[in-house]
């Protein structure tokens, strides 16, 4: 009779364990989507803003001549197929490190982001091969020699920055990879403001009194 006395106290206070409800904060399917899109609008501003800085440099070309925006449309063409070539290839460990960083495994997280700046490095030889390679193809594709001038005087002033725009992407990752995207959308803005000024003071030339830059035209 004691036992089965106590079952329904066993049995009450078992039940009111599995319904007491959980103190456990669950985000609502609408603040997760108002988080998603605000970091998500972040990146595709930033990403908005790279590809205004070749806008940036066609727009200025354009009031140079027509060869220089020629040029700069040929270059420009084939490093943006670099770009989102090395961009789709280098975002495969996006998510492998984001997922070790909110794990607090920052030694697998160092890892991914590691192995990702070596692939980085590796799509920037390519880069630089394929852009050392630029004038000697148009020569073979019969393209006019003024035009072929043009684009090396393009390439090897901006070659550097094409090259180091690999390892941008790697350092972009390892970033969003870390939820941060505040930071990197200031980068981005910062690098479209200095793009402009430097295209017009190095493309046009400017006089500060006795400090004088000089015109370099598309080189600029």
């Given at each position: 009779?004691?036992?089965a006395g106590?079952l329904?106290?066993r049995?009450?206070?078992?039940?009111?364990h599995?319904?007491q409800?959980s103190?456990?904060?669950?985000?609502s399917?609408?603040?997760?989507?108002?988080?998603l899109?605000?970091?998500g609008?972040?990146?595709?501003?930033?990403?908005l803003i790279?590809?205004?800085?070749f806008?940036t440099d066609?727009?200025?070309?354009?009031?140079?001549?027509?060869?220089?925006l020629?040029?700069a449309?040929l270059?420009?063409?084939?490093f943006v197929?670099?770009?989102?070539?090395?961009?789709?290839?280098?975002?495969?460990g996006l998510?492998i490190?984001?997922?070790?960083?909110?794990e607090?495994?920052?030694?697998?997280f160092?890892g991914?982001?590691?192995?990702?700046?070596?692939?980085?490095?590796?799509?920037a030889?390519?880069?630089?091969?394929?852009f050392?390679a630029f004038?000697p193809v148009?020569h073979a594709?019969?393209?006019?020699h003024d035009?072929?001038?043009e684009?090396?005087?393009y390439?090897?002033?901006?070659?550097?920055?094409?090259?180091?725009a690999?390892?941008?992407?790697a350092?972009?990752?390892a970033?969003?990879a870390t939820?941060n995207?505040?930071?990197?959308i200031?980068l981005s803005i910062a690098g479209?403001?200095?793009?402009?000024?430097f295209n017009?003071v190095l493309?046009?030339?400017?006089?500060f009194?006795?400090?004088s830059?000089?015109?370099?035209?598309?080189?600029?």
């Amino acid at each position: 009779m004691q036992e089965a006395g106590r079952l329904p106290k066993r049995y009450d206070s078992q039940n009111d364990h599995m319904t007491q409800p959980s103190h456990t904060a669950i985000p609502s399917l609408r603040s997760e989507m108002l988080r998603l899109s605000l970091f998500g609008g972040r990146l595709a501003v930033s990403e908005l803003i790279l590809f205004s800085l070749f806008l940036t440099d066609i727009l200025m070309l354009g009031m140079i001549g027509e060869l220089s925006l020629t040029a700069a449309l040929l270059v420009n063409s084939c490093f943006v197929l670099c770009y989102v070539t090395a961009l789709g290839l280098l975002q495969g460990g996006l998510p492998i490190a984001s997922r070790y960083f909110e794990e607090d495994d920052l030694s697998a997280f160092h890892g991914v982001t590691g192995a990702t700046l070596v692939l980085a490095l590796i799509c920037a030889a390519v880069v630089l091969i394929t852009f050392l390679a630029f004038p000697p193809v148009l020569h073979a594709l019969s393209y006019p020699h003024d035009l072929i001038t043009e684009c090396w005087r393009y390439i090897a002033f901006i070659l550097p920055a094409l090259v180091l725009a690999m390892i941008y992407i790697a350092v972009r990752n390892a970033i969003i990879a870390t939820g941060n995207s505040r930071g990197f959308i200031e980068l981005s803005i910062a690098g479209l403001a200095l793009n402009a000024l430097f295209n017009y003071v190095l493309g046009f030339g400017v006089n500060f009194g006795s400090l004088s830059v000089p015109a370099m035209g598309i080189a600029g």
